[in-house]
């Protein structure tokens, strides 16, 4: 990694879709040099994947519920966190260190919803204690765009 593809990566990170010539432009190298360090970044997994956000609200939800979830005495997590990444409107879900084993961010549309999908993760026999947070109206673009790059 050198600063020119720090600053590729600077602009991709505000815009995935920003053509490469205008990125080319702007850090004063040539089109096939920010094509080529791009698929480089691409081939050593630096770049995992390009995204887009999403204004959450605009598609009907009404605010996310963040899931704090401890294992039953004799089970770990990794089950119900491949279980939770399957769960339709699970925005994340990841194991944890600190008072809680794992941490979920559930988007709703509806409180039935809410309700439907903690029941069915209480049920599972790994989960031994599940807390609940609230964000009205919550985590409203998703991911949240990172400037990670300095």
Avoid: W
Avoid at 11 to 40: C, H, M
Avoid at 80 to 99: R, S
Avoid at 132 to 149: D, E, M, T, V, Y
């Amino acid at each position: 990694m050198d600063e020119i593809d720090l600053q590729i990566l600077r602009e991709l990170s505000k815009d995935a879709r920003t053509p490469f010539s205008k990125i080319a432009k702007k850090i004063g190298v040539a089109n096939q040099t920010v094509i080529n360090r791009y698929n480089e970044m691409k081939k050593q997994g630096t770049i995992q994947f390009c995204s887009i956000t999403i204004n959450l609200e605009k598609i009907g939800y009404q605010g996310s519920v963040h899931l704090l979830i401890n294992s039953s005495s004799e089970h770990n997590l990794s089950k119900t966190m491949d279980h939770l990444k399957k769960t339709e409107n699970i925005l994340i879900a990841t194991k944890t260190i600190g008072d809680f084993e794992g941490y979920a961010a559930l988007a709703f549309e509806n409180v039935k919803e809410i309700y439907d999908t903690v029941l069915q993760l209480k049920s599972l026999q790994e989960v031994g204690h599940v807390e609940l947070s609230f964000a009205l109206p919550g985590i409203k673009n998703f991911p949240r765009n990172r400037h990670l790059i300095q």
